[in-house]
């Protein structure tokens, strides 16, 4: 099924049940608030891509995208002076990229294809059962090591929404967030979800810090 979304391009990767708070003060971007806000865009529904290659902030910023993304939907809205805003979104569910269209409006305008879950071939109860408690020890380890904020309860989920919601609660990298993303195999995905955790539970105990992203270092965690 094919669909049109404005695009959002981000240093970050934006996951299915995630939360995306932004500041909002690029011109492009502040008309994308108001034709969301005033329903010129349908459902108030946009799409967030990852930057392979480029820049957040500016003009002629992006050299190059991953292909896999994630719609948002509009959620709050402030107004803030200086026309600006600050807003936030709620990850909906991923699609493809297969076309971008940079005249029609400021902002990006992207053709995509939306991208399900497949059905894994070694499904079964037992597999999901022994997955999702593998998984959920594995989030409770990584919190175990108090520089996370301390043991912190798994969400309640199944096995497809589990993953997401997981990592969305943990230090990963764009790639390794991107990987998850474009993860078709819920089951394939909820055992590289574990590995990363125990993976960020070692490094955290090792050394004794948590890793920030280079974008903190560089534009903050909410930009445009």
Known sequence: MLDVLPLFPLSSVLLPGGHLPLHVFEP????????LVGESVPDRRF??????QGWEVGEDNVDSMYDVGCSAVLDQVRELPGDRYDVSAAGERR??????????????IAHVQWLPDTEPADDS????????????????????????????????????????????????TVEDRQDLLAETDPLARLRNVRRLLLREAEFLRELRAVPAPLAEFTQGTSVN
């Open 28 to 35: 492009r971007y502040r008309q994308l608030v108001e034709d």
């Open 47 to 52: 799409g967030v891509i990852a930057i392979r």
């Open 95 to 108: 699609f493809r990229l297969l076309q971008i269209d940079r005249g029609t409006a400021p902002y990006l």
């Open 125 to 172: 109860p037992a597999r999901r059962e022994h997955l999702t408690t593998a998984a959920r020890a594995a989030h409770q380890r990584y919190h175990a090591t108090g520089l996370r904020g301390g043991n912190r309860e798994t969400p309640d989920a199944g096995a497809a929404e589990l993953s997401y919601l997981l990592a969305d609660d943990c230090v990963l």
